[in-house]
């Protein structure tokens, strides 16, 4: 058992989708600081809405979402706007990079959000383009990048403030199976070099392999998978 | 705020990455707003800088004096007033002044005539004074030549109109006298551009017929004297044909000469400011539609929704203040240009002549700047609470249209805005201005607008459930159907135009129309005379052997005056003529009481002065206030700020005075015109210079001034529909093009690039007809504020609506056009980029 509190704390959690059909219900977990858990599930299953909820975008029916010990039931939508700034890192599948900001500026964004001064922000965007693969690469713009170099960026982007929580969604969904698996790879060590927790969600078993833990999600909750 | 700075960092990547991305698109909107701003801007200066030099001509001609009393007609008041002013406590000096219409043959245009005495003038209009040529000029403005009865002094412009030099002899008809007159020197203190004759008083009074008479007095109050008490005390021993004028109500009567048209004009050039916010409009809904993914990423990555909106109003108010900027100097250059090219004159008539130097107006080119920022900032702001409502977690999966067809959009807040809009169309004008018009139209117009996308789907609706053979027109259907906002977005800017046009359109028609209907009325006869205003016109034996000239079979004399009712209101024409109900257009009539003396006011006298049919008003006629009776209403063009006409005969009865300066003549059948102005030219007094004209020549000369007058309406008319139009074109380009990805999908299936490129065109067709009909329809009503509010506040004067078919139904089809071939052939180029790469792109 993790000593110290953990950074995800999620209780009783339940949501439905319009329609009424529940999702997943009595959802707990606990996620600490260095672990990487992934969480798998058939399409459709709630693994996106699960992200969402965690992330502050979409509301529960019932339970409890802690970050930190923060309840974001208790917050507005500044606070919680707030609190995925300060302390949520993102990964998506469509890598969703501004293609109108230089790789350096899309990386420095969410230090830029923080009120980190430009040229302090454009300097560990640098680093962590470096960090990534991409070294010498902050002044080009996302057109001149294939698929699994806009990865990198994502990832380069996600972990630039130094986030507590990382959360990533099908983060290879769009690569092909050798570029995934370099991205994963690189995933991985980022997040374990940053010391953050981190929630993958993911379809993929060679994904999902990457992880420390990997639970299962289901209509009563999540549950452990063994042997995988 | 050092704290704040990197956030502004942020915002500033993005919009600076936004417009390094689509730099065209902030161009186009920026100027938009910059035709805008410069349009409105240089109309407004070219008429303040008009208006300057007018009121200059007028102060020149009244000189420096702080007061003054006028005559409240030509006709002026008598002498004996001069004395009773002059001893008034308060009144340091009085110069009395006689005031004629002046002319010579072969002049251009009248000369203002005035009669001064030297010693008096000089203490209180020394402008006025002259300087004598050459033995005299040694002595000073008061030589022997200011003194002189046959001298007169005339100004640059006089000179010039006159085609005499000092030292010529000159024949000056005024007040029906012709006087020889030898030009004794030149007026260095009146204004560039104004004819202007001065002459001893006594010589004017003595040689015109005006002894015993005055037109005005001009006073200078003691220092320190209580400028109201000294007002109270001469307006005690006015008689009924005098006035009290001073500078401040001779320039509120200047203003209000032009003031309604002014503003019109102002309005109409703020048109295409509007346009140019709806180009804005369109241009921020299709950014922020394009960019609702990335919306979604900021606010996942922590940005407040307030700084997203922030962030889009921040792009406007860019777009705008360039725009702004750009527009001020555009318009300086345009308003310079203008002055240049065309003077003052923008077609209305009212600064015609007048040769203004520009004027620039810091104030009014800072309110252009702001409503240039907040048009810009106005259209941004629906795009930029679109862009802060986004739900990051459904944006991200960039479903695309963000509506659901399925959704009935909201029409209330669109019926609200109606229904405000009709209402303020009741209220009344605010200072002679159809404030509340303007607004009802501005209402009515967003209303409109706001209606689209629930038009939009109430239109397209039935679209869905067509089945049609071709598979490009059923997809053009489906797609119409199934993304309601980008069609009302891209409906937004043809509703504008189209409306805007049609309302216009439809007015300008139907005051065309109805003052074409109105010459007809009021030119019935077959050919009319008028004598040149300075020479007196026709005496009664004139009169008498003018009417048995061979060929006519009735000659009706008529003459006209003017009153000045109001320090503050421009004068009231008098036209003096034989009743006739058939050539009067009436509007409403009462019948007179027996022994009650009828006048008939003109529509806008009844508006101006709140005179109803019935109704007993005094008018200082015949020097004294008389009482009449108002016998009727009827419809005048001709004479905006008002006009009462008089019996003949009772005019003569109360005056005395029987002259004429005009006459209609209906011809004896079979005679013909050229015989018949032969005959009547030799029966013509020696020396009274006559015009003749036909009523056809009448009518198409009012007809050209009408239109000269709607040029400049027009053209402003024509940059509004362009801006409008490029408005569509960007809109409708854009949203095409943002569709690259739908097009190589549809390759991909096998859709060939003819069937998406007539898929397009179906689109731009099917929505340019949707827009023009709601336009139109939206248009006609608006047409009915400008007809039925607008105008009879502004001019004072109604008219009947009158459609211009064939011009709607060419724009129409313009329109349609244009939509069409816009889709087309953005669509064309769409297709050229490489299908399969266009299916994977990821944004």
């Known amino acids: 058992m993790a000593a110290e509190s953990p950074i995800l704390s999620l209780r009783s959690l339940a949501k439905s989708v319009p329609g009424g059909r529940v999702l997943f219900e009595g959802l707990d977990l606990d996620l600490a600081a260095g672990e990487f858990v992934a969480v798998m599930g058939e399409s459709g299953v709630g693994k996106s809405t699960l992200l969402n909820l965690i992330a502050g975008l979409d509301g529960a029916d019932a339970g409890q979402v802690a970050i930190d010990g923060v309840g974001l039931e208790t917050l507005d939508d500044d606070a919680r706007t707030g609190l995925r700034r300060d302390r949520i890192g993102f990964v998506f599948q469509a890598f969703h990079i501004l293609p109108h900001l230089t790789l350096g500026q899309n990386v420095a964004l969410p230090l830029v959000l923080q009120r980190a001064p430009g040229a302090e922000a454009l300097a560990r965007a640098g680093d962590m383009l470096d960090a990534v693969g991409l070294p010498g690469r902050a002044g080009d713009f996302p057109h001149q990048l294939s698929g699994g170099e806009m990865q990198r960026v994502a990832i380069a982007r996600a972990l630039a403030h130094r986030p507590g929580l990382i959360l990533a969604d099908e983060p290879t969904g769009n690569l092909d199976p050798e570029t995934a698996g370099r991205v994963l790879e690189l995933f991985a060590a980022q997040v374990r070099q940053s010391g953050a927790a981190a929630l993958l969600v993911t379809h993929s078993d060679v994904a999902a392999a990457a992880a420390d833990r990997v639970l299962t999600l289901t209509r009563t909750g999540l549950v452990e998978r063994h042997g995988g | ?843």
């Open chain 2, 1 to 843: 705020m050092a704290a704040d700075r990197p956030r502004a960092l942020a915002a500033r990547w993005m919009i600076l990455g936004e417009w390094r991305a689509h730099p065209m698109r902030a161009v186009t909107a920026a100027v938009a707003i910059a035709v805008g701003v410069a349009l409105g801007l240089a109309v407004h200066l070219v008429n303040a800088s008009a208006l300057n030099e007018f009121s200059q001509a007028v102060s020149t001609v009244n000189g420096d004096a702080e007061l003054q009393v006028r005559g409240v007609s030509p006709a002026g008041f008598d002498e004996a007033l001069y004395p009773t002013l002059a001893r008034l406590p308060g009144v340091a000096a009085t110069s009395p002044v006689v005031e004629l219409e002046a002319g010579a043959k072969g002049a251009d245009g009248p000369v203002t005539l005035i009669g001064l005495d030297v010693l008096r003038a000089a203490h209180v209009t020394p402008s006025l004074l002259g300087r004598p040529s050459g033995a005299d000029a040694a002595h000073g403005p008061t030589s022997e030549a200011a003194f002189d009865d046959n001298a007169v002094l005339l100004s640059r412009a006089a000179l010039d109109a006159l085609q005499v030099k000092p030292g010529d002899r000159l024949d000056l008809t005024a007040a029906g006298r012709t006087v020889p007159l030898a030009v004794a020197g030149t007026l260095p203190g009146v204004a560039e551009g104004q004819q202007i004759a001065v002459m001893d008083i006594a010589a004017a009074q003595w040689r015109f017929g005006q002894i015993g008479k005055l037109q005005r007095i001009d006073l200078r109050l003691e220092q320190g004297a209580d400028a109201g008490r000294v007002r109270a005390a001469i307006a005690r021993v006015l008689p009924a044909d005098a006035q009290l004028v001073s500078r401040e109500s001779e320039a509120r009567r200047s203003d209000a000469l032009s003031r309604a048209y002014r503003v019109n004009l102002d309005m109409l050039a703020l048109m295409a400011l509007l346009t140019g916010g709806f180009l804005v409009y369109s241009a921020q809904s299709l950014a922020v539609a394009r960019r609702r993914a990335q919306f979604a990423l900021l606010r996942v990555l922590g940005v407040r929704r307030r700084a997203l909106l922030g962030q889009v109003l921040a792009e406007g108010a860019v777009v705008g203040l360039a725009g702004g900027v750009a527009g001020l100097g555009l318009g300086l250059a345009l308003a310079s240009g203008v002055l240049a090219l065309l003077g003052g004159d923008l077609g209305g008539g009212y600064f015609g002549g007048v040769e203004p130097e520009l004027v620039f107006a810091p104030g009014a080119a800072l309110v252009f700047l702001v409503l240039g920022l907040l048009t810009a900032m106005g259209g941004s702001l629906i795009p930029a609470r679109e862009a802060a409502r986004a739900q990051p977690a459904v944006a991200l999966k960039n479903v695309g249209d963000s509506v659901d067809p399925r959704v009935a959009p909201r029409i209330w807040p669109s019926l609200l805005l109606l229904a405000v809009g009709a209402a303020a169309a009741f209220a009344p004008a605010v200072g002679g201005i159809p404030l509340f018009g303007y607004g009802a139209m501005a209402l009515l117009l967003a209303g409109g607008v706001a209606a689209m996308p629930w038009i939009a789907r109430t239109m397209l609706t039935p679209l869905q459930r067509v089945r049609v053979a071709g598979a490009a027109v059923d997809l053009a259907f489906k797609r119409l159907w199934g993304a309601p906002s980008q069609a009302a977005v891209a409906l937004c800017g043809i509703v504008a135009s189209t409306s805007l046009m049609v309302a216009m359109a439809v007015m300008v028609s139907s005051f065309r129309g109805s003052v074409d209907d109105w010459l007809g009325q009021v030119l019935a006869d077959d050919l009319y005379v008028r004598a040149e205003a300075s020479g007196g016109g026709f005496d009664p034996a004139t009169q008498a052997a003018l009417a048995r000239t061979p060929g006519v079979a009735r000659m009706v004399f008529q003459t006209s005056t003017s009153l000045r009712l109001s320090p503050d209101q421009p004068p009231l024409a008098v036209l003096i003529r034989p009743f006739d109900a058939r050539r009067m257009p009436m509007i409403d009539s009462a019948t007179p009481p027996a022994g009650a003396t009828p006048v008939w006011v003109s529509e806008p006298a009844a508006w101006l002065y709140g005179w109803k049919p019935g109704q007993s008003i005094t008018l200082p006629i015949s020097g004294q206030a008389a009482p009449f009776f108002v016998a009727g209403v009827w419809r005048d063009y001709s004479n905006q700020h008002g006009a009462v006409s008089l019996d003949s005969a009772d005019y003569t009865r109360l005056t005395g005075d029987a002259f004429r300066a005009g006459a209609a003549v209906e011809l004896a059948p079979g005679a013909k015109p050229e015989t018949v102005i032969a005959a009547l030219r030799a029966r013509m007094p020696p020396g009274l210079s006559v015009d003749f004209a036909e009523p056809k020549t009448l009518r198409a000369f009012a007809l050209r001034l009408f239109d000269r007058s709607f040029a400049v309406t027009y053209g402003l008319e024509a940059i509004a529909i362009l801006v409008g139009l490029a408005g569509v074109a960007a809109t409708i380009s854009a949203q095409t093009l943002a569709r690259t990805k739908e097009f190589g999908m549809l390759r991909h299936l096998g859709v060939t690039r003819s069937q998406i490129v007539a898929m397009l065109a179906t689109e731009g067709a099917v929505l340019g007809a949707v827009g023009v009909l709601a336009g139109i329809g939206l248009g006609l009503v608006m047409s009915q504020v400008l007809i039925h509010v607008v105008n009879p506040q502004s001019f004072h004067w109604t008219m009947e609506t009158q459609l211009p078919w064939t011009l709607l139904a060419s724009v129409a089809a313009a329109l349609v056009a244009a939509a069409a071939g816009t889709a087309l052939l953005a669509g064309r180029r769409a297709l050229s980029a490489d299908a399969v790469r266009a299916v994977r792109e990821d944004w």
